[in-house]
Nanobody, 124 residues
Framework: QVQLVESGGGSVQAGGSLRLSCAAS????????MGWFRQAPGKEREGVAT???????TYGGSVKGRFTSSKDNAKNTLNLEMNTLKPEDTAMYYC??????????????????WGQGTQVTVSS
């Protein structure tokens, strides 16, 4: 049974940092497309970052250069290091997984499995 559990969200001031983790079970992160998505109130869900099974990572334009996503194969987790946070980064952040192993970013949000989300709030 595939399960994704996010942790690490919270409140931070603009310019600060947070690290999100997504613990995966029922599959190995190394063999799946893994992704981070976010959704702010009243807005559509948007892609933050995806990683395919070759380790190729793609970032959304608004977070490029500030966020870093990585897989920890030993712990079977997906991580998201967020730096220089801005108020517009405030959203619910979701971890997602899909058995596809390439073309992850082009899938958009059509991932098969989703976590419950973790809230990130950035104050100015």
């Amino acid at each position: 049974q595939v399960q994704l559990v996010e942790s690490g969200g919270g409140s931070v001031q603009a310019g600060g940092s947070l690290r999100l983790s997504c613990a995966a079970s029922g599959f190995t992160v190394n063999s799946y497309c893994m992704g981070w998505f976010r959704q702010a109130p009243g807005k559509e869900r948007e892609g933050v970052a995806t990683i395919d099974n070759y380790g190729i990572t793609t970032y959304g334009g608004s977070v490029k250069g500030r966020f870093t996503s990585s897989k920890d194969n030993a712990k079977n987790t997906l991580n998201l290091e967020m730096n220089t946070l801005k108020p517009e980064d405030t959203a619910m952040y979701y971890c997602a997984a899909d058995p596809s192993n390439s073309g992850c970013w082009s899938m958009g949000d059509r991932f098969a499995y989703w976590g419950q989300g973790t809230q990130v709030t950035v104050s100015s």
